[in-house]
């Protein structure tokens, strides 16, 4: 099978880049802030692959570079360099070589993104319906009362009380904002999603429904997804392989078991002792 | 068409491993923690090997580095696989391991590890739902299994959260059996059960074994060595490594 995904020396760097910027930064320099030039190396040489249907998490802490590489997929950020290929059905897209509207088109229809942050995601000035209903026009779906079936169909998909549709997301408790947006994500039933931080700073109880229901969409779907998070529990819980991050840069990659149970670098090693 | 002359399927090994070892480097207290090594074996299918040997033998860990949970330090594993060919299992990829997992390699483990708040009878049929069958079909063997196993029946729609030892023992045996694998590993499988229960599981192991499923399994009963096993293989305890070198130690002072 061929992966869906395929990225290749993802590099972000925030500043005027000098020649130093990748060579004293890094896990082994402890810092992503280029000593010579005081640029930010958010992400360098970020390589991987992706199988339909398959979920990968990328885990490490706070600055590790970790968002920047789904953000540059989802195209929220532009690269500095790198490259990136998704491959849908027959064609293969080579997404970082793609014009401003061809990057909306497969943003709009063939990707979906669920922020930790439900601001990024949703619209609070409109209703939840609203928000979705937004992602199928886009999707030419264009009869209203279409429209609003299949709104209501993803929401009750989601756990979201069909009653409340009408209402602003802002009015909503967190886990159901996040529901919603994995709701407005879903919309196209997208071969690839995007989940940055999707339970961080829930309730136990309101993560773990999400979670569910994250794993029931992918065995029902088959979505292969990114999963980027800080938290063991939801790696082990959800992705068969895991990169593990660190001042931009992929320190360790493996499989999930084998990353908790055999971790090989000494900051991974570190991340998994404290956790028990 | 020539009649080839059959071989006959014992002398065909399905795993073949030489001079595996296992060893942790442990960053935060610089040392080297020997786990296995020169390990060698030959698991053939419709036989049960069996690893025996002191705790702190190693005998998880060589089933971990088949599974690839551990990485191998040193060492082949040549598995044949169910197509006729052969891959080493230390150094496939982690895509080619993951697809081994769902259709040729089981482990049952020591402990459930298993996905909170999933019925008993969903976590046991998750295995052919990964195959590509339906929930239902899924489910309707896993509760064939489950009965096998002697799981009461009004435990099958809870999560094995709140089980006993035993319980949840057997719901993870059910789950590594249930998608009958070409090579099974299995930890202590009768560790935590009863004597009607572990008999239930000796005629499974007997049935698999019939059935030309290869397994590599610990236990620690002599009994259920003598009554299961085809081939024992004795682990030692790895020697341990020579102190760490003087440069080590001022590299990390």
């Excluded at chain 1, 897209?93 to 930790?116: C, I, K, P, T």
């Excluded at chain 1, 029902?220 to 998070?229: F, K, P, R, S, Y």
Aim: aromatic share 4%; glycine share 6%.
């Amino acid at each position: 099978m061929k992966p869906i995904l395929e990225v290749q020396g993802l590099t972000r760097i925030h500043g005027t880049e000098c020649p130093s910027c990748l060579d004293m930064t890094g896990p082994e320099h402890n810092t992503n802030v280029c000593p010579a030039c005081g640029s930010i190396v958010a992400a360098a040489n970020v390589s991987f692959s992706l199988q339909p249907g398959e979920i990968l998490g990328i885990m490490g802490e706070s600055g590790s570079g970790k968002s920047t590489v789904v953000k540059t997929l989802y195209f929220d950020q532009a690269p500095t360099r790198g490259k990136a290929c998704f491959r849908d059905d027959t064609r293969t897209h080579d997404l970082f070589e793609l014009n401003s509207a061809e990057q909306r088109w497969l943003r709009n229809h063939r990707f979906g993104m669920v922020y930790q942050n439900p601001n990024l995601g949703l619209n609070f000035s409109i209703s939840a319906g609203g928000n979705i209903a937004e992602r199928l026009l886009m999707n030419d779906l264009n009869h209203y009362g279409d429209i609003r079936r299949r709104a209501s169909e993803l929401l009750t998909r989601t756990d979201v009380m069909v009653g409340r549709m009408d209402e602003s997301p802002r009015q909503f408790s967190g886990g159901m904002q996040q529901r919603v947006q994995i709701a407005k994500a879903l919309a196209t039933r997208p071969p690839l999603l995007f989940l940055d931080e999707v339970t961080t700073g829930l309730d136990l109880s309101v993560q773990a429904r999400i979670l569910d229901l994250i794993l029931e969409i992918q065995h029902e779907l088959d979505t292969a997804m990114i999963v980027v998070t800080h938290d063991l529990g939801v790696i082990r819980l959800l992705a068969s392989r895991t990169l593990v991050m660190k001042h931009g840069r992929v320190i360790e990659s493996g499989l999930t078991d084998q990353i908790l149970e055999d971790p090989q670098h000494a900051y991974t090693q570190q991340l998994v002792a404290s956790t028990l | 068409m020539t009649p080839i002359l059959e071989t006959p399927f014992l002398e065909t090994p399905i795993l073949q491993i030489t001079g595996l070892a296992k060893q942790f480097s442990l960053h935060e207290q610089n040392e080297t923690v020997p786990s296995c090594s020169e390990v060698a074996l030959t698991a053939f299918p419709g036989q049960l090997t069996a690893l025996t040997g002191p705790t702190g033998a190693g005998k998880s860990s060589v089933l971990k580095c088949i599974y690839r949970t551990y990485l191998p330090s040193a060492g082949r594993m040549d598995f044949h696989k169910a197509n006729g060919t052969v891959v080493d299992l230390a150094r496939i990829s982690e895509q080619d391991m993951l697809q081994l997992r769902r259709t040729e390699l089981g482990f049952v483990t020591q402990f459930l590890h298993c996905i909170p708040r999933r019925p008993a009878e969903e976590v046991v049929a998750e295995p052919l739902i990964l195959r590509g069958l339906t929930l239902s079909e899924a489910v309707e063997q896993a509760r064939d299994l489950l009965t096998r196993l002697n799981v009461p029946e009004r435990l099958w729609r809870l999560p094995p959260a709140t089980f006993s030892g035993g319980e949840k023992q057997r719901v993870n045996l059910a789950r590594g059996l249930i998608a009958q694998p070409r090579l099974l590993l299995l930890d202590e499988p009768t560790a935590s059960l009863d004597k009607t229960t572990t008999a239930r599981v000796i005629e499974l192991i007997r049935a698999f074994k019939q059935a030309g499923v290869a397994m590599v399994a610990i236990f620690h009963d002599p009994e259920l060595v003598a009554a299961l096993a085809d081939v024992e293989y004795r682990l030692a305890p790895p020697q341990s490594l020579p102190q760490p070198t003087p440069a080590l130690e001022t590299a990390s002072s």
